[in-house]
């Protein structure tokens, strides 16, 4: 079946560094694809909505500036968070429709632990 | 705007026990239904969905029933096994729009 990846799948950085997220359909094309943030123990929470060829939407309270996206191709997603700090630690996962089967796939999700 | 409210967890069962798991949700329109299955250390995985009022939807023994009057899609299963054991989430995805809402998952454990 369809499959989205993410990487990397894990990563320790320190603040006031940058980190990039890739996300890929492997099998299918997605036009959009979106980021969702998982706290421990709780439900996904939408970030944004990435466009290809366009800009992407972002869903209230989500700090475009700290939360870049960037969706380079029909199968590539990469959403930078910047100036990391320890509150941005969480479980980034994200999610490509397959709009020929109606379904929605999601990636196994980056573990992001900023010291 | 749309929400999905599902209940609380964790639930414990055990083994051939019987599961449910109740979700409800507030939408305008027409709203397609989800159940999303999160297995330890992976993705979400599609697990059953419905489209339109009154479709059962079905896979691996779970079940779940789009009834609109109450604006439920309760999951169930008449026999739990220990590999069921994860945390499942209930979304609703609006009429014409792709991205989905999802309820604040349900973490599941299935004791032999």
Known sequence: ?115 | GDSVTQMEGPVTLSEEAFLTINCTYTATGYPSLFWYVQYPGEGLQLLLKATKADDKGSNKGFEATYRKETTSFHLEKGSVQVSDSAVYFCALRGGGAQKLVFGQGTRLTINP
């Open chain 1, 1 to 115: 079946g369809a499959v989205v990846s993410q990487h990397p799948s894990r990563v320790i950085c320190k603040s006031g560094t940058s980190v990039k997220i890739e996300c890929r359909s492997l099998d299918f094309q997605a036009t959009t694809m979106f980021w969702y943030r998982q706290f421990p123990k709780q439900s996904l929470m939408l970030m944004a909505t990435s466009n290809e060829g366009s800009k992407a939407t972002y869903e209230q309270g989500v700090e475009k500036d700290k939360f870049l996206i960037n969706h380079a191709s029909l199968t590539l997603s990469t959403l930078t968070v910047t100036s990391a700090h320890p509150e941005d630690s969480s479980f980034y996962i994200c999610s490509a429709p397959d709009t020929i089967t109606d379904t929605q796939y999601f990636g196994p999700g980056t573990r992001l632990t900023v010291l």
